[in-house]
């Protein structure tokens, strides 16, 4: 289900609750409902970490791709930047060969970010000198921008107001053609925001989308084409804004004051920015993907490779020709407005948070075990999102395991049937009250015990040595007098079979005196029909004699007849 106008959301698939996205993502933006992950869009930070371990691939970017086809077909003026990490992604030599592709897709002209690049990194170099911040926290990642904005409000001071190199590169571009559309390509998907916000950028896309137009457009790099530009020298050092420690790089001299640090990686990220207060003098160099930018969740570089993928970077900045002078930038509108943003969430009571926390199980502090199979890092922190609508109960994963197991135990338990459950050697795993009473077995508790010391398991052998699914057959136990259908079944993955033993006695019972009923019928029949038969017989013989006397009485009445008519003649 896609949310309209998101620029990152969930497909619906076949997401069903591993909270693999809300465990990875750093600001739990994801709420769970009918089992399916949906992005909280005011709480998001856009860094695409969950498009990144979905296992199910439900990943869905908003693509741009139609609005640059568009932009293409009516006007002749659009301009494409591209960050400088094409190099790693696409495994170029120079820009020339992207500019080609570019060019060939319909883009009038194409430019790298460097210049804005270059722009930025002066601009920072002035604030460095000046020393006035207790700290200092530059960023050309929006996703951290806005985890500060969102989430950490005490760092937002130490936030340098600098526009990204993208926006800059944009105004500068503008400056030349205000009617010229621009369209960014990156490895980025927090861009897409800031490009909306920043109102001089008419479209992004992703390297993945760029890749997938030129094969609909049937595009290729020609990698022999040479590129020998001669570069200044502060531009060439602006290329390497992708990678970690890429701006610290670009800045001439560094003031003393400052102890200057990296942070890739949203994790140790927000581990600073909580304890920024007890920082000082501290240079901050910050980005939402370990690695920078070249490692991007929508670059094209897989797994373990963004140490390659930065060496590729490295490559082509020092192949690059320098005229070792300085370009004079041109001065443009390098700020940004920033502005703290509050979540509008409802804030439990401690006591609406310890009747959530009940309703799991969790009566008692030790209760509480932190386990972040749910994707949050305390059970607090999902009741948070429980009353906050985010999360439901039964994303408890321990207590829904309880809770399967002691319904299941219920059943087994509270079965009319007897339930007896062995593994591959006949040992019992699992048998229910009823089972032992069928077999009037002393001790109930019989788990370990071997079957065979008490059971005839033959049949058990049959099923399994047969490679049959199930088996059913009838037995009777003398022990107490009970007819019992057994069915077995095998459980092959688990090198497991079991039995279900239904109690058929009385259906037994009521069928023995159904047969000997039959039996005594059928023999009253017999004698029925013995008796009958001699009566017939008898009747016959009488019959028999009187016909015969009466016969010869006719006869002679009538040959005395016809003697007298004779007689008269």
């Given at each position: 289900m896609i949310i309209e106008n998101a620029l990152l959301n969930f497909k619906y698939s076949k997401c069903k609750d591993c909270y693999k996205c809300l465990r990875e993502c750093p600001v739990k933006a994801?709420?769970?409902?009918?089992?399916?992950?949906?992005?909280?869009?005011?709480?998001?930070?856009?860094?695409?970490?969950?498009?990144?371990?979905?296992?199910?691939?439900?990943?869905?970017?908003?693509?741009?791709?139609?609005?640059?086809?568009?932009?293409?077909?009516?006007?002749?003026?659009?301009?494409?930047?591209?960050?400088?990490?094409?190099?790693?992604?696409?495994?170029?030599?120079?820009?020339?060969?992207?500019?080609?592709?570019?060019?060939?897709?319909?883009?009038?002209?194409?430019?790298?970010?460097?210049?804005?690049?270059?722009?930025?990194?002066?601009?920072?170099?002035?604030?460095?000198?000046?020393?006035?911040?207790?700290?200092?926290?530059?960023?050309?990642?929006?996703?951290?921008?806005?985890?500060?904005?969102?989430?950490?409000?005490?760092?937002?001071?130490?936030?340098?107001?600098?526009?990204?190199?993208?926006?800059?590169?944009?105004?500068?571009?503008?400056?030349?053609?205000?009617?010229?559309?621009?369209?960014?390509?990156?490895?980025?998907?927090?861009?897409?925001?800031?490009?909306?916000?920043?109102?001089?950028?008419?479209?992004?896309?992703?390297?993945?989308?760029?890749?997938?137009?030129?094969?609909?457009?049937?595009?290729?790099?020609?990698?022999?084409?040479?590129?020998?530009?001669?570069?200044?020298?502060?531009?060439?050092?602006?290329?390497?804004?992708?990678?970690?420690r890429g701006i610290m790089k670009s800045v001439d001299v560094l003031n003393p004051k400052y102890e200057y640090m990296v942070i890739d990686g949203l994790k140790k990220s927000i581990e600073v920015l909580e304890n920024i207060e007890s920082c000082e003098n501290i240079y901050l160099e910050m980005t939402a993907c370990e690695f920078s930018c070249i490692n991007g969740p929508c670059s094209l570089i897989g797994n373990l490779e963004a140490i390659s993928a930065n060496a590729r970077l490295r490559k082509y900045v020092k192949s690059l020709k320098s005229t070792n002078t300085n370009l004079l930038l041109p001065e443009v509108d390098y700020t940004v407005k920033r502005t703290i943003k509050n979540l509008n969430e409802k804030m439990p009571s401690e006591e609406e948070i310890e009747e959530i926390l009940k309703r799991v199980g969790k009566h008692k502090f030790s209760d509480e075990l932190n386990c972040g199979a749910c994707g949050y890092n305390t059970c607090r922190d999902k009741a948070f999102a429980v009353f906050n609508g985010y999360a439901s109960s039964d994303m408890c994963v321990p207590y829904m395991k309880e809770k399967a197991e002691s319904m299941s135990f219920e059943i087994i338990q509270k079965s009319p049937n007897g339930i007896l459950l062995l593994d591959s050697d006949f040992k019992i795993i699992e048998c229910n009250q009823k089972f032992i009473e069928f077999f009037s077995l002393q001790d109930s508790f019989l788990k370990g015990e071997n079957a065979n010391n008490f059971l005839d398991v033959s049949k058990y052998k049959e099923v399994l040595s047969a490679n049959e699914s199930f088996k059913i057959y009838r037995d009777f136990i003398p022990n107490t007098n009970k007819h019992l259908e057994i069915t077995i079944c095998t459980m092959p993955k688990e090198k497991m079979v079991f039995g279900l033993y239904n109690d058929i006695t009385s259906s037994v019972l009521a069928e023995n005196e159904l047969n000997s009923l039959r039996l005594k019928t059928i023999n009253t029949t017999d004698e029925v029909i013995k008796k009958q038969m001699f009566v017939a017989q008898e009747i016959a013989s009488l019959l028999g004699e009187t016909t015969a006397q009466s016969k010869i009485a006719l006869i002679k009445l009538k040959r005395a007849l016809l003697e007298n008519d004779y007689k008269e003649e």
């Open positions: 994801i709420k769970v409902k009918d089992s399916q992950a949906k992005i909280i869009a005011e709480r998001c930070i856009l860094c695409g970490k969950c498009t990144t371990v979905c296992p199910q691939n439900a990943k869905q970017v908003h693509s741009e791709v139609p609005k640059v086809l568009k932009l293409l077909r009516e006007y002749d003026n659009v301009i494409a930047i591209i960050d400088s990490s094409y190099i790693s992604s696409f495994n170029l030599s120079n820009f020339a060969i992207m500019e080609d592709v570019l060019s060939k897709l319909g883009f009038k002209q194409s430019y790298d970010c460097s210049e804005g690049s270059a722009i930025y990194s002066q601009k920072l170099n002035e604030i460095i000198q000046s020393g006035t911040y207790k700290n200092i926290i530059t960023s050309t990642c929006p996703s951290i921008n806005k985890t500060i904005e969102l989430y950490y409000h005490d760092a937002f001071k130490y936030l340098v107001p600098l526009a990204s190199p993208m926006v800059i590169q944009a105004k500068l571009l503008k400056e030349k053609d205000e009617n010229a559309k621009i369209v960014y390509i990156g490895p980025c998907i927090s861009k897409k925001l800031e490009a909306v916000e920043s109102k001089v950028i008419s479209a992004v896309i992703t390297f993945e989308q760029l890749l997938l137009l030129m094969v609909e457009k049937d595009v290729d790099f020609n990698h022999k084409i040479k590129d020998d530009t001669v570069y200044h020298s502060n531009i060439i050092k602006a290329k390497l804004f992708p990678i970690a």
